[in-house]
């Protein structure tokens, strides 16, 4: 049995979905997985431990996947972007920051309707399976809510390449604009997999989970987004969240409102369990500690806010 200890800001509700994403990363990559909580009386942090089954480290493991994995965009069999005024659209060529995104059919497809900027993406590197993230693209009817945070110009998959692989200027020396998860893995791998969480880089763009990269233009007084600023997070949360929420949803306290509860579980638990004590769906069988948290507006986008604990 092999396990990893990490801290964990739980008023960061990014990092708790990252916890999940932990699990089930290494469910899908090495075996069944479990994990759970520590805390100690009165500390604003908790640790998270993850364990799996032979000797491998199982945090490092999942980061290296996601250093090395290919972006793949998805789309079902023969589908095309729609027309727009009668005309086939363009492709769109990628921007500075950006990079391109190759896109591959999908036969079966989790929504209805495709949208062209959430399209569900695979993962791949090597010989592991890949791995499929389409929460953003979930149509409700399929069982799971929808939950997609980020709008604009952005897709799912330039977020994931951006969050894993960096993003580089064009031309036939590119040059880095923003790091990724492989940087940060090939600056410090030790320290990547020690305090996966908070190492943090400059980003422009993201899935929205790591509460340090939200902002309101009420709060900055600006827009970022409109002066093309980066904030600093970390692309391990907004990766690891995004994967967390492809089975999980929060526990809505306030639909209309957008206020959601998230419930920290002690001891280990394995994956199929963890989703549900995360949902608060296991009540007093364990020990628990539950916070709050609020969606916020971001010019278009939708950003997680620091939560609150329910004492």
Same mark, same amino acid.
């Given at each position: 049995?092999?396990?990893?200890?990490?801290?964990?800001?739980?008023?960061?509700?990014? @990092?708790?979905?990252?916890?999940?994403?932990?699990?089930?990363?290494?469910?899908?990559?090495?075996? *069944?997985?479990?994990?759970?909580? #520590?805390?100690?009386?009165?500390?604003?942090?908790?640790?998270?431990?993850?364990?799996?089954?032979?000797?491998?480290?199982?945090? &490092?493991?999942?980061?290296?996947?996601?250093?090395?994995?290919?972006?793949?965009?998805?789309?079902?069999?023969?589908?095309?972007? *729609?027309?727009?005024?009668?005309?086939?659209?363009?492709?769109?060529?990628?921007?500075?920051?950006?990079?391109?995104?190759?896109?591959?059919?999908?036969?079966?497809?989790?929504?209805?309707?495709?949208?062209?900027?959430?399209?569900?993406?695979?993962?791949?590197?090597?010989?592991?399976?890949?791995?499929?993230?389409?929460?953003?693209?979930?149509?409700?009817?399929?069982?799971?809510?929808?939950?997609?945070?980020?709008?604009?110009?952005?897709?799912?998959?330039?977020?994931?390449?951006?969050?894993?692989?960096?993003?580089?200027?064009?031309?036939?020396?590119?040059?880095?604009?923003?790091?990724?998860?492989?940087?940060?893995?090939?600056?410090?791998?030790?320290?990547?997999?020690?305090?996966?969480?908070?190492?943090?880089?400059?980003?422009?763009?993201?899935?929205?989970?790591?509460?340090?990269?939200?902002?309101?233009?009420?709060?900055?007084?600006?827009?970022?987004?409109? @002066?093309?600023?980066?904030?600093?997070?970390?692309?391990?949360?907004?990766m690891l969240a995004a994967w967390g929420v492809e089975a999980f949803r929060p526990a809505a306290v306030d639909q209309g409102h957008h206020v959601?509860?998230?419930?920290?579980?002690?001891?280990?638990?394995?994956?199929?369990?963890?989703?549900?004590?995360?949902?608060?769906?296991?009540?007093?069988?364990?020990? #628990?500690?539950?916070?709050?948290?609020?969606? &916020?507006?971001?010019?278009?986008?939708?950003?997680?806010?620091?939560?609150?604990?329910?004492?």
């Open positions: 049995m092999a396990d990893r200890t990490i801290p964990v800001d739980p008023f960061n509700p990014g @990092q708790v979905f990252a916890c999940l994403g932990l699990m089930e990363a290494a469910e899908a990559l090495i075996g *069944p997985a479990e994990g759970g909580f #520590t805390w100690k009386t009165g500390a604003t942090t908790v640790d998270f431990t993850l364990s799996t089954q032979g000797d491998a480290d199982p945090v &490092a493991e999942v980061l290296d996947f996601l250093a090395a994995a290919e972006v793949v965009e998805l789309a079902p069999n023969g589908w095309e972007p *729609p027309k727009k005024d009668g005309k086939a659209e363009k492709k769109r060529d990628a921007k500075d920051g950006e990079s391109a995104v190759r896109r591959e059919d999908c036969p079966t497809f989790p929504g209805a309707v495709p949208e062209k900027m959430a399209l569900p993406i695979l993962l791949r590197r090597g010989n592991h399976p890949p791995v499929m993230l389409c929460h953003w693209a979930e149509d409700e009817k399929a069982g799971l809510p929808p939950f997609k945070l980020y709008s604009g110009n952005r897709t799912g998959a330039s977020i994931a390449r951006a969050m894993t692989a960096g993003t580089w200027t064009k031309g036939k020396t590119p040059k880095i604009v923003t790091r990724g998860i492989a940087q940060l893995h090939e600056a410090d791998r030790d320290g990547l997999c020690r305090d996966p969480f908070n190492v943090l880089c400059p980003m422009k763009g993201s899935f929205n989970f790591d509460t340090r990269g939200a902002w309101t233009a009420l709060d900055a007084g600006y827009s970022p987004n409109d @002066q093309g600023d980066a904030v600093l997070a970390s692309p391990v949360v907004e959601y509860r998230l419930t920290l579980w002690t001891g280990s638990l394995p994956t199929p369990l963890a989703r549900a004590a995360l949902g608060g769906a296991l009540g007093d069988l364990i020990d #628990t500690r539950t916070y709050r948290f609020s969606l &916020a507006m971001a010019g278009k986008n939708k950003v997680v806010t620091a939560a609150t604990e329910d004492l």
